[in-house]
């Protein structure tokens, strides 16, 4: 990692994520994503299924081959972090991971979820999460 | 040498955890959600600069879990530091028993249960 590198933040079911800016391609507005994958990052959560939201939005990001949009409520704000602000996941015992997060990152004076793009959109997760493409 | 003990209510229940075993005892700000955990633990806490396991005790004593309980109990639990959700502080106990009816909370097989 070098000392700083560019994450875009984003709500979802009121959590603050943020992704690598380099698994970033393009941000769109749900209207203008057809023909993309979606992932329903609010139902992996465990909330209910995203629900359209003002500034609803889908990040298209890139995880080994695939390309996938991450339905988000909104894009924040794309930011420098250092490791500084970054915070470790602590451990919770031997029997449970959560590989999805490769780490926590201090966003004003909340924490962030940094998600691992490639643990997240696992053929698995696709299965259960992929709300199908957008009709074009 | 006589045993302390912190008394705490939980979701209705009354709990003793060793007062030694405690850190401090704090509003429940700075909760992080993060799903994929068993149910109990809702998340981590926002703690002198880290992020440490979240549990609700409340869960752990059999009601229906929550992560918006107003305090936090910082509690070791061997090389481990946990946030315990509670509701209210009822005050300190002297002594080596304590009542039938108040549960014993042993941090360390807490989270050992749990994780």
Known sequence: MSSHDAYLTFTVAGRRCAVAGSRVIEVLRLEEAAGFSLFDLARFFGAEASRTAPRQCVIVVTAGERVMGLVADEATDVISLSAADFVSVPSFGPRITIPYLSALARTGDVLSLVLDMDQLLTAAHIEAFSTGEVPA | ?115
Do not use: F, K, Y
């Open chain 2, 1 to 115: 040498m006589s045993v302390q003990w912190l008394v705490a209510t939980v979701a209705g229940t009354v709990v003793a955890i060793r007062l030694r075993d405690v850190q401090e005892i704090i509003d429940s700000m700075g909760v992080t959600l993060l799903p994929g955990l068993p149910a109990a633990i809702p998340g981590v806490l926002d703690w002198r600069n880290r992020a440490i396991p979240l549990i609700d005790l409340g869960a752990v004593c059999g009601e229906r879990p929550r992560h918006d309980r107003r305090n936090a109990v910082i509690a070791t639990a061997g090389s481990h530091i946990l946030a315990l959700l509670i509701d209210s502080i009822d005050g300190i106990h002297d002594g080596e028993e304590i009542g039938d009816d108040i549960r014993h909370i042993d941090p360390g097989a807490v989270l050992e249960a749990l994780a």
